[in-house]
């Protein structure tokens, strides 16, 4: 789940505890264009006060206003806004988006701390909303569903749904990791060099001190896990991304210059992958923004890790005196081939 929503639901919590009456809209159906996809929450309070966000904020005002005229709904309901092109420019909803959302009263504090803990805990849950009753119940989520609404029943889905392995446990692999976790994604760390382990100290993550390729084989990897190898170890880092690239994992990467890299995609060929398998590999990783610190180059293979995840194929920029060279060579060639009249 965003952490935004996250934010949300804590806020929510908060206020009820503090004596509010406090509605959780959700964002449950889009069409065309829309400005926050399903799952997007906003929390409102009696007095108008709101946290989160389902549009630009035309629609946010609207539900105010409506929460001012209406008072509190007594059981949830479901609104939609830009049915008509007219409607869809009043609220600010491009190419004649249509958005659908629930209303949802909350009106005790101790009904979301279970959802809270569990999402603590790093689970991933669903929440089932009877549209009737207002009643809700949780349950063990799958990583393969997500929002579900038909009209009587909401299911929810909270917790971190992608999943990143980091080999090494580094500054980089620290900051990193800090990211990934704001992304939403459940981070586990792997080193087995004490000197490095016994110094990792990022909360919400999970170090393990075994062998990379081990690990990567214990855990499985899916279409929403992705490996990213940052020792500059081959004994460490090889092992483990071959047995990543052998499996559907999403991102499969490692840090290193293009010259280590194709170094490393030659040994990769005698451990027996494929062609399509070693190409797989994005190496260097991350995308070119002459980063130079820690925090630089984490941005760079964050980027490139949101990108693939949202089926984004991102550019890969060459550095200026490798594009130089580059177009150079080109024209090299085309020299060669001009026929002269």
């Known amino acids: 789940m965003d952490s935004l929503d996250l934010d949300v639901l804590q806020r929510a919590r908060q206020w009820l505890a503090e004596g509010h009456e406090v509605m959780l809209v959700t964002v449950v159906r889009t069409w065309g264009s829309s400005p926050r996809p399903p799952g997007a929450l906003l929390a409102m309070r009696e007095d108008g ?34 049915v008509g ?11 004649g988006g249509t958005m659908v959302l629930t209303l949802e009263p909350l009106r005790d504090a101790t009904t979301l701390d279970p959802l809270l803990g569990a999402i603590g805990e790093g689970q991933l849950i669903e929440r ?29 889905v909270f917790g971190p749904r992608y999943r990143l392995l980091i080999i090494g446990a580094g500054q980089l692999s620290s900051v990193l990791a800090r990211m990934a976790l704001a992304l939403d994604f459940a981070v586990t760390v792997c080193d087995p060099r004490a000197e490095w382990a016994d110094e990792w100290a990022v909360p919400g993550t999970t170090l393990s001190r075994q062998m990379p390729d081990d690990l990567v084989i214990d855990m499985k990897p899916d279409a929403r896990m992705a490996v990213i190898a940052l020792t500059h170890d081959p004994k ?20 290193g210059s293009r010259h280590n890299n194709a170094a490393r995609r030659e040994r990769l060929r005698e451990f027996d992958l494929d062609e399509q398998q070693v190409a797989n590999l994005r190496g260097p990783a991350g995308l070119f923004i002459d980063s130079r610190t820690p925090a630089e180059i984490a941005v760079s293979i964050a980027a490139e890790l949101v990108a693939v995840k949202n089926g984004v194929a991102p550019e890969r920029v060459l550095p200026v005196g490798e594009a130089k060279a580059a177009l150079e060579r080109a024209q090299d060639t085309l020299s060669a081939c001009r026929i002269d009249p």
Do not use: W
Request: a negative charge.
């Open 85 to 95: 092109a007219e409607e869809a420019r009043r609220f600010g909803l491009p190419c």
């Open 128 to 156: 089932v909303l009877d549209m009737r009753t207002g009643q809700a119940r949780l349950q063990r989520g799958h990583p393969e569903q997500g929002l579900r609404f038909d009209g009587e029943t909401l299911v929810s």
């Open 236 to 255: 460490l880092d090889d092992l483990a991304l071959m047995e990543a690239l052998r499996t559907e994992a999403f991102y499969v990467a490692a840090l």
């Open 49 to 82: 006060r709101a946290v989160g966000s389902v549009s630009g904020g035309c629609i946010e005002d609207d539900l105010m206003d409506r929460l001012r005229k209406e008072g509190m709904p007594a059981t949830p309901r479901e609104v939609s806004y830009g």
